[in-house]
């Protein structure tokens, strides 16, 4: 009997710890634990890593994550009430699990974990936007992470993915695209998750390229995106306006009709557009 056989049924848990599930906390629970393993499996081969898990619940996906041979398991939950459950979760697996209890925006996962580090978790769906950015953008490339897979709404998994033309298309896609390698890996129902969500989930894995797609200066793409996606339904030479006196021509340059809209660019377009205002800038700054 393998040790995850060990270890009681999640409905099992849930009713012993009395883990009804908090809106607030955005708890919509995994307890199907064949379910849980594929995830896990989603994340790759673990063996030689360690693992971040935000927002582990009952445990669920941090028995799939064990099971599956990950080295070490940090799992970083908020609600007090999970923690007897993990606890019973990390006695099965000595020395595998570590359990903070906290908030994940405030937690320096670094402190706790050694390279090479994937991160898996079925995300609290108020923070996961959130932390997903942070992880695009650290302070250094490549980050210490290898992989991230992620359980979002499908709506938030199509915006990462998106492609130029659609609708779901804009900075998340253009800010995970340009660092990573990203798809959809598994879409699941509503009813796979207790309490069911109003929406379907999908789960993303991405990985880390060791270096941008496209060479730019993050800070001036960042603007030169948001400026371009806030008035998406504006032509980029009156959308792009604020950004140059010249911008008709700096888009002829960068390979693009000043008349196209910004859900209409490629990644590798706007990087373009960005070396050459950072270029301008540099010119007007001597
Ligand atoms: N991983 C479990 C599963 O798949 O069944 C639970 C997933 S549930 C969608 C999200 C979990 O994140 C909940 O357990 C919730 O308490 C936890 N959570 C919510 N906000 C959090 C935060 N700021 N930091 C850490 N955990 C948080």
Same mark, same amino acid.
């Given at each position: ?29 995994? +307890? ?29 996906? @941090?028995?799939? +994550? ?39 925006? =405030?937690?320096? !996962? ?27 953008? !650290? ?13 979002? =709404? ?22 995970? =695209? ?11 129902? !509503?009813?796979?998750? @207790? ?62 009709? !000043?008349?196209?809209?910004?859900? =209409? ?22």
């Amino acid at each position: 009997m393998s040790t995850i056989d060990t270890l009681p049924p999640l409905r099992a848990v849930i009713a012993e710890h009395g883990l009804s599930a908090k809106k607030a906390l955005g708890q919509n629970f995994l +307890l199907d634990l064949n379910l849980t393993a594929k995830i896990a499996r989603q994340a790759g081969d673990l063996s030689q890593c360690d693992v971040l898990e935000i927002g582990p619940g009952p445990g669920g996906l @941090t028995r799939g +994550l064990l099971a599956e041979g990950a080295r070490k398991v940090l799992a970083v939950e908020k609600d007090a009430r999970c923690l007897p459950a993990l606890e019973q979760i990390a006695a099965a697996y000595p020395g595998r699990l570590e359990i903070v209890h906290g908030d994940a925006l =405030q937690l320096d !996962p670094l402190a706790h974990l050694t390279p090479p580090i994937r991160i898996a978790a079925n995300l609290p769906y108020n923070i996961g936007t959130e932390l997903l950015v942070r992880w695009l953008t !650290p302070a250094a490339w490549p980050p210490v992470w290898e992989s991230l897979t992620l359980m979002f =709404q499908r709506e938030v998994a199509d915006r990462i993915v998106a492609q130029p033309g659609s609708k779901a298309y804009g900075r998340l896609a253009i800010l995970a =695209q340009l660092r990573c390698d990203a798809r959809i890996v598994m879409t699941l129902p !509503p009813e796979a998750f @207790t309490p069911p969500p109003k929406v379907a989930s999908a789960v993303v894995h991405l990985t880390a390229r060791a270096q941008p797609r496209f060479p730019a200066d993050p800070a001036i793409l960042s603007h030169v995106v948001a400026t371009a996606f806030n008035q998406r339904r504006k032509m980029l030479r009156a959308a792009l306006k604020p950004l140059s006196m010249d911008i008709e021509g700096l888009l002829v340059q960068a390979g693009i009709a !000043p008349t196209e809209r910004a859900e =209409q660019i490629g990644l590798e377009d706007f990087c373009a557009l960005a070396r050459l205002l950072e270029a301008e800038r540099r010119a007007s700054s001597v």
